[in-house]
């Protein structure tokens, strides 16, 4: 039992001190731009933007290997999924509610492996 015990308190400190393998990618638009973009492999990554409440985001994505996204993921601050105002596989547009960081998820198909994606926001 005892051995059992040290097993149970090794791997949950090893669980606790595991890293994480989501790779964060600020955006950041030049001054006096709306937008911003990001050029290479997408997987695996969440982008984040600061954003004010009431603000149009856009986002638009071109595969390299002419696959098209499976799905665009904005969620708010508070860790909630926005609805998009419109949106397909290629395309989507989200109305901020809350100011802060948002933070974007673009699922792709397997075989995608790299993509330009733009970011902009009015």
């Known amino acids: 039992m005892k051995k059992l015990s040290a097993v149970l308190v090794a791997a949950c400190l090893l669980g606790l001190?595991?890293?994480?393998?989501a790779k964060v990618t600020p955006i950041k638009f030049a001054k006096g731009s709306y937008c911003g973009s990001f050029d290479g492999n997408h997987s695996g990554r969440t982008f984040t933007l600061h954003l004010d409440a009431g603000q149009l985001l856009e986002i638009g994505y071109t595969d390299y290997d002419y696959y098209s996204a499976k799905d665009i993921?904005?969620?708010d601050p508070k860790g909630r999924t926005l609805q998009p105002e419109e949106q397909?596989?290629?395309?989507?547009?989200?109305?901020?509610?809350?100011k802060?960081?948002?933070k974007v998820?673009?699922?792709?198909?397997?075989?995608?492996?790299?993509?330009?994606?733009?970011?902009?926001?009015?």
């Open 17 to 21: 001190s595991a890293p994480s393998f």
């Open 105 to 122: 998820n673009i699922i792709r198909y397997p075989n995608s492996t790299h993509a330009h994606i733009t970011f902009c926001a009015y």
């Open 100 to 102: 802060g960081v948002h």
């Open 88 to 98: 397909d596989f290629d395309y989507g547009r989200w109305i901020t509610r809350t």
């Open 73 to 75: 993921i904005v969620k």
